[in-house]
């Protein structure tokens, strides 16, 4: 989602509508964009840089956004597909050069013709639910990022916040970046949507459920059903070499 002004609520019956404001949305594109290398781990290597991006969605991009100058091999959308009617999908010059695109499109029921109706849940779990209610879409992601030749990889929602804030909190960790540190990714969105910011409390819940499996290797077995296998590739491709 992106700030509070893209949403107008309409009471209908009992029941708040939240209708998405697709025009002012649609100038959020390639907004939100950065590089996730270049963190610490806890082995003391770094994440690669040039080799996995986050960013609002590309259906329109300023002529001077960096996003430009990327050379991508993969690009990977986790929009509705609602969204992605009304927004567009990535603009051409990011699919001609032979890119390969994928569509997860994670929040597939919440996103309606007659506005957006996410499941209820409690107070500060928002950004949990994203991650419970759609599991297989996030199993698909995370085979996607094991798969071998596919970076430099961009992934994106609409706004580049919430699903893809979700998506970068459980990569970073499950690359051993530390916690306080993938919070601060997290709250960097809030630099461009100022009027809703985000608040480091939201990822508790998901760390939570992470702990509660042991750690993210129990997590990402037993929740996401990933094979060790799967993990090591993307260790090896996203890690620098201890070597190095």
Same mark, same amino acid.
């Given at each position: 989602?992106?700030?509070? +002004?893209?949403?107008?609520? *309409? ?5 708040? *509508? ?18 996730? #290398? ?12 040039? +080799?996995?991006?986050?960013?609002? $969605? ?39 050069? #032979?890119? *390969? ?16 109706? +996410? ?5 500060? $779990? ?33 706004? #580049?916040?919430?699903?893809? #804030? ?32 985000? +608040? ?12 509660? $499996? ?20 993307? *260790? ?9």
């Amino acid at each position: 989602m992106s700030s509070e +002004k893209d949403f107008k609520i *309409r009471v209908i019956g009992e029941a708040p *509508r939240v209708v998405v404001d697709f025009d002012l949305l649609r100038r959020m594109g390639g907004r939100n964009f950065r590089d996730l #290398g270049g963190h610490p781990t806890a082995d003391g290597r770094r994440v690669r840089s040039n +080799k996995i991006f986050r960013s609002a $969605h590309l259906a329109q991009v300023p002529d001077e956004s960096p996003l430009r100058e990327l050379k991508l091999r993969t690009l990977v959308t986790l929009q509705s597909r609602l969204e992605v009617r009304r927004l567009g999908p990535p603009h051409a010059e990011f699919l001609d050069s #032979g890119v *390969r695109w994928e569509h997860i499109p994670i929040g597939d029921p919440w996103f309606r013709e007659d506005g957006f109706h +996410k499941i209820e849940t409690q107070p500060g $779990h928002e950004h949990l639910v994203i991650l419970t209610e759609f599991l297989e879409d996030w199993q698909s992601f995370f085979k996607l990022l094991a798969e071998r030749e596919v970076y430099p990889m961009l992934f994106h929602c609409s706004a #580049g916040r919430d699903r893809t #804030g979700v998506g970068a909190a459980m990569l970073l960790e499950m690359l051993g970046v530390d916690r306080e540190l993938i919070v601060a990714d997290f709250l960097v969105s809030n630099t461009t949507f100022p009027q809703m910011p985000l +608040k480091r409390t939201q990822l508790e819940p998901i760390f939570s459920l992470i702990d509660e $499996h042991g750690d993210i290797e129990g997590f990402m077995h037993d929740v996401l059903m990933l094979d060790q296998s799967d993990l090591d590739a993307i *260790r090896t491709d996203l890690l620098e070499d201890p070597h190095d």
